[in-house]
């Protein structure tokens, strides 16, 4: 199908390039079709600031699904910020790619649209194998995707989120069966990969000379430690199981590889962990329920005193990145799912438990993608849920459903606030294609 094509736009005599510089931009809906065409939409209205050049907005005429646009950038060499609307008295979609440099890229953007509050089933582009409880980890502009598959399938691959294509690497990484994988960052170029199946290691998204590089953790590190990145500092492995006993050790990975080993105040097998600032909340993995921070520059953790939650396996820890976390989910000693949840405030310095909002909704295997307060899906849901934060309180509120189920899925959050999901388990198949998904209103420019 010939694509729409939405921008075209050149650059002339720029202070950082007298070259042109034309980028096809096109805007579609899942089908890979025309998202305003047997629509009633009259207005094309796109956002558009390139580094710290005030932000524009322009407005195009849509007649009978039809449109075009002329955008001039000024400077193409700039992280540049896109959101697009259609709009009509009974139509509104909304769109945003991720934030890019368009003389970095390949000339061509992709975006697709949904409806506000609504996710929208991409069908023109699948992964390359169906793939649940997955590694999915964001890059620029792209997407790392590791693991969840079959012995037979490709164990790697990228997505590419300006073009809305999944590719594989063009190099042979002769990699064994990863398993259940999960994966976090490191930094922008490097991620950590921690298979259930095979050894640890680091994938460099940019260097194709070290692609891999494997790494050597702390004894029981593994599926039973929590794994967190915590932004500017690198990517942490915290406690887990060895020969059958929980372990205490702490394995910080740092860009190019460099590991220090840290300890927690005691052994911990399946803990939660959210990173806040530099510093991470560690909670449970323990019969106690309790929770001690791990602070930037201390060997050891500090406990958090008052917590004495009990058996929660396979629970969420929430946090809001600065000094907030909400504890949800998983089972108790009778494999019950727990409902009841668990607030911590003023971490890490004064951090202090409360009881939490109920769970009505608590379910096993969602996703709760990175740096983000979303908890997406979970076995046999479509629920997509937002943990926020108003003043002293802190609530879960129900923000969309999926077009489908999706337990151990994978996902990407877009600066716009906009997402994208990936695979995941709907019940009775495990899923290959994507969701793009828009809350009520995306971030303004």
Known sequence: MVLLVLLCVGAFACKESSA??????RIVDGQNGNPAAGTDATTLRIGIQEGELPAAEYEYP??????DALLEFAAFTRPTRIRVEIEGATTELLT?????????????LRVVTAAPSSCERVTFNLLEAPRAFFGMVSSGTFALIAGGTSASDEQLEFFDALEWESRLFLEDLALSDLGETRAVSIDEVEILVLPSNAAPFVFNMLDS????TPVVLHNGAGTRSALVSVPGVGAMVIGGEFAGEAQSAVSLVEPDGEITTLQLSEPRSGPAAAALGTDVLVAGGDVAGTAEVLIEGAVTGQLV??????????????GDGESRALWI????????????????????????????????????????????ALVIGGEGSQQVDEVRWNGADVEIQELLQLAVPRA??????????????AGGDDGVNIREDFEFCVPASLEPL
């Open 62 to 67: 849509i007649t009978d699904g039809d449109f």
């Open 209 to 212: 000379s070290r692609r891999i």
């Open 329 to 372: 989910g998983g089972t108790d000693e009778t494999d019950a799912l727990r409902q009841d949840t668990l607030s911590f405030d003023g971490c890490p310095n004064s951090c202090t438990p409360s009881v939490g909002p109920p769970w009505a909704t608590a379910r096993l295997g969602a996703l709760q993608p990175a740096q983000s």
């Open 305 to 318: 005193a008052g917590v004495m939650d009990g058996v929660r396996e396979s629970g969420l820890l929430v």
């Open 96 to 108: 945003a790619p991720p934030a890019f440099v368009p003389s970095a890229s390949r000339g061509v």
């Open 20 to 25: 042109r510089f034309v980028f096809d931009a």
């Open 408 to 421: 151990g899925a994978g996902g990407i959050v877009l600066e716009s606030g906009a997402f994208i999901v």
